[in-house]
Every structure is written in C-alpha cells, then in structure tokens.
C-alpha cells in the first residue's frame, strides 16, 4: 500500500473516532455528513454539529484534493511542482461553556509531482493546539503533557521544537505578536531522510494525531459543568474575535484551501458561531479575562 493510500485510510478511521467520542461527550447533538467534490480533482466528508449540550459548533473535516499547481499556489504557498495531491483531517472545537477552551487540531500529508506525474517532493504536516478563555494551569500541563508523552516516544527533540513552532505560528502578529491561545505542538515539511524514511513521519503524525482525544476530552469532562455568566460568555466572543482574526488573515490552512478552489464552507468551518469586536476592549485589570489576556502576550513553558 502507497504512503498516501496508507495514511487516507488512517483519516478516514480517525474521523470515525473523533466524531463518535465527540457525540458521546455532548450527550445531545449528532454531527451533519456532507460529501462533496472539488471541481478541480478529489473531495472530501464535512461534519459539523451545531446547539449541543458541550459543543456550541464542531467541525470535523476529511478532504482529499488534488490538481494542477496553478500560478497563484506557486506564488502564495511557495510550491513548485506540476501536479500535487494533499489529504488531511482538520477540526476545530467550539464549545458553549466559556471555561472550556477551545481547540484546533490538523494531521495531513502532501505530495508534489513534475509534469510526468512522477513524485518529486512529500512530507507530512500537522499539530493541536489549545485555545482556552479562562485558564486552569492544570489544564494546560495536562494537554502539553500528553502531547509532550507522545513525541517523547519518538523523539525527545520533536516536543521542544514543534511547541516552539507552534508558538512561533498561532500569533496574531498585527495584534502586537499575541499567541491565540496557550499552543500545542505544530510540525509541517517533515521529509524522509537517510536517518529516518517518511514512513517514519507517517507513524509520527498518526500516534500524535491519537493522541488528541485523550490530551482534550478529560479537560471538557473536568469544566462543561462549571456555572457561568453573561460576563463570562461576553469575553469568550471577544477572544473568539481574536480566533476569527488568526483563521482569516495568518492561517496557511484556509488561504491553502482558498487557493486551491477548495469548498468555502468546509474551509470556514472552523470560524466560532458568535464574536464581538468591540472598539479598544481591555479587561479589568487583575481580573481572570486581564490574567489570560496577559498569558496570551508571551509563550510559557507548561510542562
């Protein structure tokens, strides 16, 4: 079986999981199938579900797409074959409950051909990162931690260099380098070498990419309970406005998407359902909004 073919079917089987867990969590909404097809080559299965008893909106996409590189792929995303093929599962987690955090996750792989449809470059790419409102320490070190435990059963590098890229890439850098949230991990470009073939990085990418529902769901479980106020919710839509801000204006998986005639609305799934951008907003100072906001100006080291 072909990397590509090998991998497609572990999405596929991913999806399932994630998807399943994720209604067994909720308790009360069931996600949406819509099967779609790209004009230009391949398709993928959009799932959302919406108003439920956890997630306010949840999207958990498969999409498998391929083409010709046109001019504007060469220019914005810096690529130079003939033909290229990409297939991933991405999601993004909004739930209604303020002090749960929100959560984004990505597991893909690329190739690029020359015009005789020969391969000439692949790698894989990927990450989750956690993007929360309120924040219990607890929290974050649980989630860096499993992430960190993973990584670690490859490589005791790839934790430090993919949460330093990670924080490097969530970053709202026209808001004066704010990070999103408090990060994960994020790898991209991950080729197989003479030291490690790609094969290697395709059984990196799946043992990570299993290990998202256990690094996520027991920190919903802990707060979905949690009571809140229309205060609470007010700041959630605020620093969701930073999270539609990052997803429209930085993010390489929308503008790829985009740039590539993918579906717009599988592409803009991850937007939250409700944000405010209101004019010069800025917490209480010493409030718990002030103290996540201040976190958010400067990446920490949480395990």
Known sequence: M?????????LLSLQNTICTALEQCDGKAKF???IWERP???GGKTRVMA?????EKAGVNFSQVDGVVTPAMKTQLQLSGHYFYATGVSLVLH??????????????????????HQV???WFGGGADLTPYYLWEEDARHFHGVLKNTCDEFDSSFYPLFKKECDRYFVNKHRNNECRGIGGIFFDHLRGDEIRSIDFYRLFTQTVAEAFLPAYLPIVHKRQLLSFTKDNKYWQEIRRGRYTEFNLVHDRGTLFGLKTNGRTESI???????????????????????????ICEMPRDWV
């Open 2 to 10: 072909q990397i590509k073919e090998h991998f497609r079917s572990h």
């Open 40 to 42: 230009g080559g391949g």
């Open 51 to 55: 108003n439920g008893n956890v997630f």
């Open 120 to 122: 000439v470059d692949a």
């Open 268 to 294: 803009l799934m991850s937007l939250p359902p409700t944000v405010r951008f209101d004019y010069a907003y800025e917490p209480a100072a010493g409030s718990p909004e002030y103290e996540l906001q201040k």
């Open 32 to 34: 949406k199938e819509d």
């Open 95 to 116: 739930p209604s409950n303020p002090f749960v955090p929100t959560v984004h996750a990505n597991y893909r792989y690329f190739e690029l051909y020359n015009q005789h």
